[in-house]
Structure formats: structure tokens, C-alpha cells
Antibody, heavy 119, light 106 residues
Framework: EVQLVQSGAEVKKPGESLKISCKGS????????IGWVRQMPGKGLEWMGI????????RYSPSFQGQVTISADKSISTAYLQWSSLKASDTAMYYC????????????WGQGTLVTVSS | DIQMTQSPSSLSASVGDRVTITCQAS??????LNWYQQKPGKAPKLLIY???NLETGVPSRFSGSGSGTDFTFTISSLQPEDIATYYC????????FGGGTKVEIK
């Protein structure tokens, strides 16, 4: 059974760094892309970017390029989303999701990680 | 950049009603469009892929149609468990979600 298990909720202060994780299981982690999706409170879904753990090929939405870093450690089947300096506007639920081999049709999703940034 | 215009942003309908949501792309995206359902507090769920293909296990009352720039998502007979927000998603150029349609029971 394919599963994506995300790390727990985080409460941080503005300016702090953060790395959240998404562990894949039940499939060949290096053979499928993993993407990240942001959902701000009461708002819609925003695609942030995607990584192919097999070779670390990474693509970003123009809206998130330079704002976050997506990475993966294939030795432990885990993808990451990180910030170097959080802002209050980063407060959101973040989902990881695994698309089909087309790279764009997301049929498996993590449970979400709530990130709260507040002074 | 491709823009996706989803409408309406919300709707209220009675159980058994036919519900239709539209998604319009700013340029031709062929059939590179998916539809997702998100219930409150839950992750999104894939319902329709490639504009008109029903995902395995999804009830047949859900359907999708369209190609090019104009797409339609339909619930043929609204059920109480269909209360959710629905999103279209294009993948012709990177990936972009529509703004969402919140479906409520009247």
C-alpha cells in the first residue's frame, strides 16, 4: 500500500528556519516524482514544486522559486520542504503528494503538515 | 503563463440535484486537466484525470468533459457526502490549480 507520512505540526517564529518531511513507503521511492502543495488558511491549493528522488531533478513553481527548497534523501525514502527564514505569510498546511508516472496527476497524498509562524 | 478560471466559487444545491462546475484555461491545454475533491480537514482526492476519465473507485455520478480551454465537472445527483471543495488542475505547463468551488447542501 502506497503511503506518504508527513512530519508533525510546527510552530515557529518569523526568521526561523524549518524543514518538514514526507516519508514514502509501499512503492519504489526513486521511480516517482513527489510534489509539494500549499494551502493557506481558508484558501485554495497552490502547487509549489516537485522533485524526482532518483536523480534529484527539481522543478519549482515561479511563485515559490527562491522561497523554499525541495530536497530528498533516497536512502530513507524521504522528501523535504525547507525554509531558511520563515515569514508569517508561510503559515499554511503543506501537503506532499505523489503523482503518477506522468508527474502531474496526484493520486496519493500525505496527511498534511500545519506550519504556524507567529511572533 | 496559463491562468485557470473556475466557476462558480461556491454553490448550494439540494440532494439529488445535478451540479456543474466549469474550468476555463487561458490557452489550449488539450485534455491535460484533472479534478480533485477536498473535504474539510482532509487531503485532496483525485476524482477525474485527463479531463474525462473516472478514477478507480470513484462513484459514477461524478464525470468530467471538455478539451482545449473549456472543461466541465458534473455531479449527476448530489449526495450529502459530496459536500466538499472541488478543484480543477491543469498540467500542460507545470501545474496549476483552479480557485476551487465549495459545494454545500441547500
Amino acid at each position: 500500500e502506497v503511503q506518504l507520512v508527513q512530519s508533525g505540526a510546527e510552530v515557529k517564529k518569523p526568521g526561523e528556519s524549518l524543514k518538514i518531511s514526507c516519508k514514502g513507503s509501499g512503492y519504489s521511492f526513486t521511480s516517482y516524482w513527489i510534489g509539494w502543495v500549499r494551502q493557506m488558511p481558508g484558501k485554495g491549493l497552490e502547487w509549489m514544486g516537485i522533485i524526482y528522488p532518483g536523480d534529484s531533478d527539481t522543478r519549482y513553481s515561479p511563485s515559490f522559486q527562491g522561497q523554499v527548497t525541495i530536497s530528498a534523501d533516497k536512502s530513507i525514502s524521504t522528501a523535504y520542504l525547507q525554509w531558511s527564514s520563515l515569514k508569517a505569510s508561510d503559515t499554511a498546511m503543506y501537503y506532499c503528494a505523489r503523482p503518477r508516472r506522468d508527474g502531474y496527476t496526484y493520486d496519493y497524498w500525505g496527511q498534511g503538515t500545519l506550519v504556524t509562524v507567529s511572533s | 503563463d496559463i491562468q485557470m478560471t473556475q466557476s462558480p466559487s461556491s454553490l448550494s444545491a439540494s440532494v439529488g440535484d445535478r451540479v456543474t462546475i466549469t474550468c476555463q484555461a487561458s490557452q489550449d491545454i488539450s485534455n491535460y486537466l484533472n479534478w480533485y475533491q477536498q473535504k474539510p480537514g482532509k487531503a485532496p482526492k483525485l476524482l477525474i484525470y485527463d479531463a474525462s476519465n473516472l478514477e478507480t473507485g470513484v462513484p459514477s455520478r461524478f464525470s468530467g468533459s471538455g478539451s482545449g480551454t473549456d472543461f466541465t465537472f458534473t455531479i449527476s445527483s448530489l449526495q450529502p457526502e459530496d459536500i466538499a471543495t472541488y478543484y480543477c488542475q491543469q498540467y500542460d505547463n507545470l501545474l496549476l490549480f483552479g480557485g476551487g468551488t465549495k459545494v454545500e447542501i441547500k
